[in-house]
């Protein structure tokens, strides 16, 4: 380049062109970005008040019989030949809440998950089983009160 090039202005449409040029570019390439990310859900504190106190009662539970507790704490109280357990209702692919489908399992209205009775998963997207919690019968009256920040083996029954 020589010096009279360097002293030349560069024509201003030209300029103003390549401007919206490269800004235009810019713009259309946050937008496809941000459109092909994939949302991360916040992440939730810990439940400051963990232990969950039922109104039922041990002698309550049957084989076959699932109490919906999403609104306390995310949970299912069910019962099995086994015996009492509860399972967390926070679906392992991305945490939507999984629906009782009553003796036959949960499904995940979000992406079509589906697990069995005792939280296994039966039909992905989900890979990992629904979480088991710990059941204890307290007080006098043997209510049932399940601890959500709990994990417990899946075999473990009250
Ligand atoms: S969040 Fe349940 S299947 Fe995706």
Known sequence: MTPEQLLDPVPVA???????????ALLAGTALHGRTQTPVAPEKP????????????????????VLDYRKLGAF????????????????T??????LSEG????GCPCHDSAYNFQ?????????LPLRHLEVKAVGSRDLLQVDVSSTVPPEVRL
Do not use: W
């Not at 008040?49 to 109104?55: A, D, F, S």
């Not at 299912?76 to 679906?91: K, V």
């Not at 692919?93 to 999984?98: D, P, S």
């Not at 003796?103 to 949960?106: A, I, K, T, Y």
């Open 14 to 24: 030209s300029s103003r062109r390549a401007f919206c040029a490269t800004a235009c």
């Open 46 to 65: 810990p439940d400051p008040q963990p232990l969950k106190l039922t109104e039922v009662t041990r002698d309550e539970m049957k084989p076959g019989k």
């Open 76 to 91: 299912y109280l069910a019962a099995d030949d086994r015996g009492i357990f509860a399972l967390t209702a926070i679906c």
């Open 93 to 98: 692919h991305r945490g939507c809440l999984v």
């Open 103 to 106: 003796p036959s399992g949960f």
């Open 119 to 127: 939280g296994e998963v039966t039909e992905g997207p989900a890979k």
